[in-house]
């Protein structure tokens, strides 16, 4: 699961999406949670854009907007058989830029959060999308993709966010190519070091958004890449 990430202009993020091929400055986002509108970039005809999405998907068929169920993330092992994600995987797939994430682990009887984020770059999360249109008008919606968590990371949390890399992104993208619901790019492992770190609880309160909230206090841990 990943409930809350964040969005800053800074040359990781910069480098992110011209690999991406898109030429937009974001703007930042602290403690974004779902429901909240996040960067999306998708592809639209053979161009690539970036668009505000909610965070939280709203299938095309779905009778109306509600959140009765927890549609912000999206198990990869389910994505070809369930209804919700069937056609968006087939046809409707994007990627959520973030700077970090922020992930809880429990310790000592209550729930730390923890700023994850890979020194000197950007995450590119997996994502799908859909556009749902009714009386109040149309609405693009996503959600991102997990997996089950690579070993190093089980004691945060048993699920992260599918975070793809290089030629990975392209694949992803391209939604003439079919993708199996156990490809390569969805395994358990880190591509790329982590670093996590500690923050205050005050962050839990998803109505606050000073860039404060993501300093840290206590000591980092890196997790090291997968060997190749």
Not at 8 to 23: C, H, K, M, T, Y
Not at 45 to 56: D, L
Not at 92 to 97: E, K, N, S
Not at 147 to 153: G, Q, S
Request: charged share 20%; net charge negative.
């Amino acid at each position: 699961m990943c409930g809350r990430f964040n969005v800053i202009d800074n040359p990781g993020l910069q480098a992110l999406l011209r690999d991406l091929g898109v030429d937009i400055k974001l703007p930042p986002g602290i403690n974004l949670a779902p429901t909240d509108a996040v960067p999306l970039v998708r592809e639209t005809g053979e161009q690539r854009a970036v668009e505000a999405a909610r965070w939280w998907l709203t299938p095309s068929w779905a009778p109306r907007v509600e959140q009765k169920y927890a549609m912000f993330n999206a198990r990869c092992e389910t994505l070809a058989s369930s209804k919700a994600w069937r056609h968006p995987f087939r046809q409707q797939r994007g990627i959520m830029p973030m700077s970090s994430f922020i992930e809880w682990r429990t310790q000592n009887g209550s729930k730390q959060p923890w700023l994850i984020s890979s020194p000197g770059r950007a995450l590119a999360a997996a994502a799908l999308w859909d556009v749902w249109e009714g009386e109040e008008g149309c609405l693009l919606s996503c959600s991102m993709v997990t997996t089950a968590a690579a070993e190093a990371f089980t004691p945060w949390h048993h699920r992260m966010p599918v975070l793809l890399e290089g030629e990975e992104c392209d694949r992803w993208l391209d939604n003439s190519q079919p993708l199996g619901a156990d490809d390569n790019l969805f395994r358990s492992e880190l591509k790329f070091a982590w670093q996590l770190e500690p923050l205050s609880t005050a962050i839990n309160r998803s109505g606050r958004h000073e860039p404060q909230l993501l300093d840290s206090v206590g000591e980092a841990v890196v997790l090291e890449a997968a060997a190749s």
